[in-house]
């Protein structure tokens, strides 16, 4: 077995006197592939950004690689760890690639930034295609696919995607699952908030379902892909 990268133990976080989180345990091992799914509100946001304190977290711990998580954004990338927002969230004043140079804010030889957007123009050749147009016009697929490339400008050892599928026409959908793929082939851990549920557990080595801020069931994506109850209770199939 792997090692367990990312442990969260009794995580708790309310928004004023509304809990969002509630005794919320997770692991991730190094380089699965970890899917969190649950209905609108389920606090699946809530759970991703309390790992890169985002939101303060009221009881519990985090720990990445034995050492607790930083409560401070861009410590938390320091250590390995980058989210890729919900919503994409890229510059749209920006250039394509003027917004990858700001994901590389951490990396300070320029051959270097030049050799990792290159590295970006391989895994998404239509960002190369599309370097010079500013953000705000590229289609909403290529935006995530711009949201994801920035992240791992950052050179994350553990990535956190956030609903990456959301908005987007099924063919899309399929390029960005295939895309998560090869992230995770080479050598990246990956925890992922889906709301295509089918789709997340058929990629994942693991799956967490939560309901109004717990952990509801757990277990591998093909184990869950067999249980009734999930495909009941989430999926509405009988
Ligand atoms: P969705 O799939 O709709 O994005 P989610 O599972 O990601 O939902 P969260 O966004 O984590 O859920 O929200 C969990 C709960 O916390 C919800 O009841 C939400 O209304 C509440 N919540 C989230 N952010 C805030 C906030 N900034 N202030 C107050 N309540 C919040």
């Keep these: 077995m792997k090692p367990v990268a990312l442990v969260i133990k009794d995580l708790c976080v309310s928004y004023g006197k509304t809990a969002a989180l509630l005794d919320v345990g997770i692991e991730v091992q190094d380089g699965q592939i970890v899917s969190i799914i649950g209905a609108n509100g389920a606090g699946k946001t809530t759970l991703l950004n309390s790992i890169t304190g985002c939101v303060p977290i009221q009881r519990g711990t985090i720990t990445y690689n034995g050492e607790a998580v930083c409560s401070k954004p861009h410590k938390v990338v320091r250590q390995g760890i980058v989210q890729v ?21 951490l990396t300070k030889s320029r051959g270097e930034v030049a050799g990792m957007i290159e ?120």
Excluded: W
Excluded at 85 to 105: I, Q
Excluded at 166 to 171: E, F, M, V
């Design 119 to 238: 590295e970006m123009y391989v895994l998404f050749p239509r960002l190369k295609e599309r370097r010079k147009q500013h953000a705000a016009t590229l289609s909403g697929g290529e935006q995530q696919m711009l949201a994801i490339a920035r992240g791992l400008m950052s050179k994350p050892k553990l990535l956190l995607l956030d609903e990456p599928s959301l908005g987007l026409a099924p063919l899309v959908v399929d390029s960005v699952f295939d895309t998560i793929r090869s992230i995770s082939r080479s050598g990246i851990t990956v925890l992922l908030i889906e709301q295509n549920a089918i789709k997340a557990m058929k990629l994942s080595d693991y799956c967490y379902v939560l309901k109004n801020g717990r952990v509801d069931i757990q277990g591998t994506g093909a184990a869950l892909l067999a249980n009734d109850q999930v495909l009941q209770a989430y999926l509405g199939k009988n």
């Design 85 to 105: 927002p919900e919503g994409r969230r890229t510059f749209s004043g920006l250039t394509v690639e003027e917004n990858l140079m700001v994901g590389a804010y």
